[in-house]
């Protein structure tokens, strides 16, 4: 175990009938603890990378360590680092239970399980399931204790939840879970942590790192020549929207759309 790990600073004190944030550090994450889970690459790094930057105190975990370990001395600022598995109970139980205090929670799970309705085996559909909406969900729960009065929880989701396409039916029912969980917690657990989810676009980032280089750029360019952006996201960019999530105290129950405009583009006829 590293002597990094879960090094995080005890939450604030809450002071009631009094911002959790006063004065000039309304919006401020210096000396806040923000917790990535995911944030061993792509935009959970990214969002890792931009909080110490901000002044947070870090702590990023996923199932690879060596990844985590070197996303750790990347980021810099003294990150502390575990590895987990969002799928096993236990596990996220005694994880959660090292922690010393949480401002930030930020879950950003990825998985996906392409296919057509009538042939995608059901076995890819859990498992999907069970990486993106029940991990993140058991890892909120086990949190949940561990998060002072004044924090957020952000979760992530996709496109896909309200502008389906071909063969991506399971995805979207995934995003579409994982929205409506954070739309009900932000009502549950309010006033005291808000609860809000990301839905970026295609993002140039490791999630598609499995594909062949050359098949890879085609996709972002196609992709990046429908949106009014003109071209895919970059996980810097994400990672600054979920910034603004995390300290904006006004904002919660929201589904933010970080998506080049996604959600307006002009798909092909057939």
Same mark, same amino acid.
């Given at each position: 175990?590293?002597?990094?790990?879960?090094?995080?600073?005890?939450?604030?004190?809450?002071?009631?009938?009094?911002?959790?944030?006063?004065?000039?550090?309304?919006?401020?994450?210096?000396?806040?603890?923000?917790?990535?889970?995911?944030?061993?690459?792509?935009?959970?790094?990214?969002?890792?990378?931009? &909080? %110490?930057?901000?002044? +947070?105190?870090?702590?990023? $975990?996923?199932?690879? #360590? !060596?990844? /985590?370990?070197?996303?750790? *001395?990347?980021?810099?600022?003294?990150?502390?680092?575990?590895?987990?598995?969002?799928?096993?109970?236990?596990?996220?139980?005694?994880?959660?239970?090292?922690?010393?205090?949480?401002?930030?929670?930020?879950? &950003? %799970?990825?998985?996906? +399980?392409?296919?057509?309705? $009538?042939?995608?085996? #059901? !076995?890819? /559909?859990?498992?999907?399931? *069970?990486?993106?909406?029940?991990?993140?969900?058991?890892?909120?729960?086990?949190?949940?204790?561990?998060?002072?009065?004044?924090?957020?929880?952000?979760?992530?989701?996709?496109?896909?939840?309200?502008?389906?396409?071909?063969?991506?039916?399971?995805?979207?029912?995934?995003?579409?879970?994982?929205?409506?969980?954070?739309?009900?917690?932000?009502?549950?657990?309010?006033?005291?942590?808000?609860?809000?989810?990301?839905?970026?676009?295609?993002?140039?980032?490791?999630?598609?790192?499995?594909?062949?280089?050359?098949?890879?750029?085609?996709?972002?360019?196609?992709?990046?020549?429908?949106?009014?952006?003109?071209?895919?996201?970059?996980?810097?960019?994400?990672?600054?929207?979920?910034?603004?999530?995390?300290?904006?105290?006004?904002?919660?129950?929201?589904?933010?759309?970080?998506?080049?405009?996604?959600?307006?583009?002009?798909?092909?006829?057939?």
């Amino acid at each position: 175990m590293s002597d990094r790990e879960f090094r995080i600073m005890p939450a604030l004190t809450y002071q009631p009938g009094r911002p959790f944030m006063p004065g000039s550090q309304k919006f401020s994450l210096t000396n806040r603890s923000v917790v990535v889970v995911g944030g061993g690459s792509g935009i959970g790094k990214a969002v890792a990378r931009a &909080s %110490a930057a901000a002044g +947070a105190k870090v702590a990023i $975990a996923s199932r690879n #360590l !060596d990844k /985590l370990a070197a996303a750790a *001395d990347e980021i810099g600022g003294n990150t502390a680092y575990a590895a987990l598995d969002m799928t096993d109970a236990n596990a996220v139980e005694n994880w959660a239970g090292q922690l010393a205090g949480v401002d930030h929670l930020v879950i &950003s %799970a990825s998985s996906a +399980a392409h296919g057509p309705f $009538a042939e995608l085996p #059901l !076995d890819a /559909l859990r498992g999907m399931f *069970d990486a993106k909406f029940f991990g993140p969900y058991s890892v909120a729960r086990a949190v949940l204790p561990k998060i002072a009065p004044g924090g957020s929880i952000t979760f992530f989701s996709g496109v896909l939840s309200r502008r389906p396409g071909e063969n991506c039916s399971g995805l979207g029912a995934v995003n579409g879970a994982v929205e409506s969980l954070a739309l009900a917690l932000a009502l549950e657990l309010g006033p005291a942590i808000r609860v809000n989810c990301c839905s970026p676009g295609m993002v140039r980032s490791e999630a598609y790192a499995a594909l062949p280089a050359d098949a890879r750029e085609e996709m972002y360019a196609s992709t990046g020549a429908s949106l009014p952006v003109g071209r895919v996201g970059e996980t810097d960019e994400i990672a600054h929207a979920v910034l603004f999530m995390m300290t904006n105290p006004y904002l919660t129950g929201q589904v933010v759309d970080v998506d080049g405009g996604h959600m307006i583009r002009q798909y092909a006829t057939r």
